[in-house]
């Protein structure tokens, strides 16, 4: 937690990322854990980008409703492309747009820790999941990432990476939004996109081809040293 989690929710805070604690995050979700969306966050949303076409708070409600019913990362991702269409109240069809794909700054991206979701599909006696942290955009969790740490024996970005995998399996429906997902180990940080095995999980690297190591980051370095 201490020698990866935080850093790494540090460095997305000093990129513009709001820190949405455990606690908080709950309640986003009306207290349930069985939501997987901030869903004050995507109405929001759905009325900033698309209120100008006529779509009302009623017509998101609705929106956000379908959102719920969706078990296919395919069709979400269409959703996400602005391909879908939807019938608003006043009878008109209109394409729906859940963020603004031009400009970034006038997005929300936002960053919890410990999100906690009630399993679907139990393997064992487990009752919920616990991502380490996951990524949002105006409340839609595109993003999982679990932290390792190489000071404890089998903490490694490639038991993370199963952890991400028995995720996938039992708990779904946060994956169908899903378009990468992160395990690191404060070392090195490989990502993947949605139902990847471990063999298709690339390493980061920087833009010349050098891979990335966290540990060398100022951030990640400076609070080893603190801490």
Same mark, same amino acid.
Do not use: M
């Given at each position: 937690?201490?020698?990866?989690?935080?850093?790494?929710? !540090?460095? @997305?805070? /000093?990129?513009?990322? #709001?820190? =949405?604690?455990?606690?908080? +995050?709950?309640?986003?979700?009306?207290?349930?854990?069985?939501?997987?969306?901030?869903?004050?966050?995507?109405?929001?949303?759905?009325?900033?980008?698309?209120?100008? !076409?006529? @779509?009302? /708070?009623?017509?998101? #409600?609705? =929106?956000?409703?379908?959102? +719920?019913?969706?078990?296919?990362?395919?069709?979400?991702?269409?959703?996400?492309?602005?391909?879908?269409?939807?019938?608003?109240?006043?009878?008109?069809?209109?394409?729906?747009?859940?963020?603004?794909?031009?400009?970034?700054?006038?997005?929300?991206?936002?960053?919890?820790?410990?999100?906690?979701?009630?399993?679907?599909?139990?393997?064992?006696?487990?009752?919920?999941?616990?991502?380490?942290?996951?990524?949002?955009?105006?409340?839609?969790?595109?993003?999982?990432?679990?932290?390792?740490?190489?000071?404890?024996?089998?903490?490694?970005?490639?038991?993370?990476?199963?952890?991400?995998?028995?995720?996938?399996?039992?708990?779904?429906?946060?994956?169908?939004?899903?378009?990468?997902?992160?395990?690191?180990?404060?070392?090195?940080?490989?990502?993947?996109?949605?139902?990847?095995?471990?063999?298709?999980?690339?390493?980061?690297?920087?833009?010349?081809?050098?891979?990335?190591?966290?540990?060398?980051?100022?951030?990640?370095?400076?609070?080893?040293?603190?801490?």
């Amino acid at each position: 937690l201490h020698s990866v989690e935080i850093p790494l929710i !540090k460095t @997305l805070s /000093k990129l513009g990322w #709001e820190f =949405i604690p455990q606690n908080d +995050n709950l309640a986003l979700r009306g207290g349930s854990e069985d939501e997987v969306f901030l869903k004050e966050y995507v109405i929001d949303a759905l009325l900033k980008y698309n209120g100008s !076409k006529g @779509l009302t /708070k009623e017509d998101a #409600e609705t =929106i956000y409703r379908k959102l +719920n019913r969706l078990e296919n990362n395919e069709e979400f991702y269409a959703w996400l492309k602005g391909e879908k269409s939807q019938k608003l109240k006043d009878g008109k069809s209109v394409s729906v747009e859940f963020f603004d794909r031009w400009n970034p700054e006038n997005n929300r991206f936002s960053v919890t820790q410990q999100f906690t979701c009630t399993i679907t599909k139990p393997e064992d006696a487990k009752k919920n999941i616990r991502p380490d942290l996951v990524l949002f955009l105006n409340g839609i969790p595109l993003s999982v990432i679990e932290c390792k740490f190489l000071g404890t024996e089998g903490s490694t970005y490639g038991e993370g990476i199963k952890q991400l995998e028995r995720y996938q399996r039992t708990t779904p429906k946060l994956f169908y939004p899903n378009v990468f997902n992160i395990t690191t180990d404060g070392l090195k940080l490989k990502y993947g996109a949605t139902g990847s095995p471990e063999q298709y999980y690339l390493e980061w690297k920087y833009d010349d081809g050098t891979p990335a190591e966290l540990k060398d980051h100022s951030d990640f370095q400076a609070y080893a040293e603190e801490n």
